[in-house]
């Protein structure tokens, strides 16, 4: 399943509503810590596609059906297609920088995480297992906190 993209700020809000009503149908009820994880890995992912290409972009999601939901295996998996071409690069972000971190969120915060080239742009992805440990919230993920990830940002270059 898919959602077309807007560059447009507001649209990350509309992907969050998006993949939370996609939730119910996969058997990941809304309140369990996968769904929380999921919902943050959309936000980040869409966010850098609209502020860092300024261009329309294309989000998937790859949900177990209610049948996967205590298969050890059930992967869900978020992506996040557009069309620039220049990969996301890895910067350093001082202390007091108001944004920039969402990748290291993502690598923090997911089972795997990379990109690819699509066409004339790219696809950033991102997937979870099912099985995976419950995440409380992203300061726990990251090991009690984020500071080891505070020199990296995600930048468009």
């Known amino acids: 399943m898919q959602l077309e993209i807007r560059p447009d700020p507001a649209e990350v809000g509309r ?5 939370r009503s996609r939730l119910a149908g996969s058997g990941i009820a809304a309140d369990e810590p996968l769904a929380e994880t999921l919902i943050l890995l959309v936000s ?6 609209v502020v860092h290409t300024g ?12 049948a996967a939901v205590n298969c050890p295996s059930a992967t869900v998996r978020v992506e996040v297609a557009d069309t620039c071409s220049r990969a996301p690069v ?11 971190r969402g990748l290291a969120l993502v690598d923090c915060l997911a089972d795997r995480w990379g990109w690819s080239a699509e066409g004339a742009g790219k696809s ?28 990296l940002a995600y930048e468009a270059v």
Do not use: F
């Open 15 to 19: 992907a969050r509503r998006w993949a």
């Open 55 to 66: 261009r329309p972009a294309v989000l998937r999601l790859g949900l177990p059906g209610p």
């Open 44 to 49: 980040e992912l869409v966010t850098n596609a």
């Open 90 to 100: 890895p910067r350093c972000a001082g202390r007091d920088a108001t944004g920039g």
């Open 124 to 151: 950033i992805w991102c997937e979870l297992d099912r099985c995976s440990q419950p995440r409380e919230s992203a300061a726990t993920a990251c090991g009690g906190g984020l500071s080891a990830y505070e020199d």
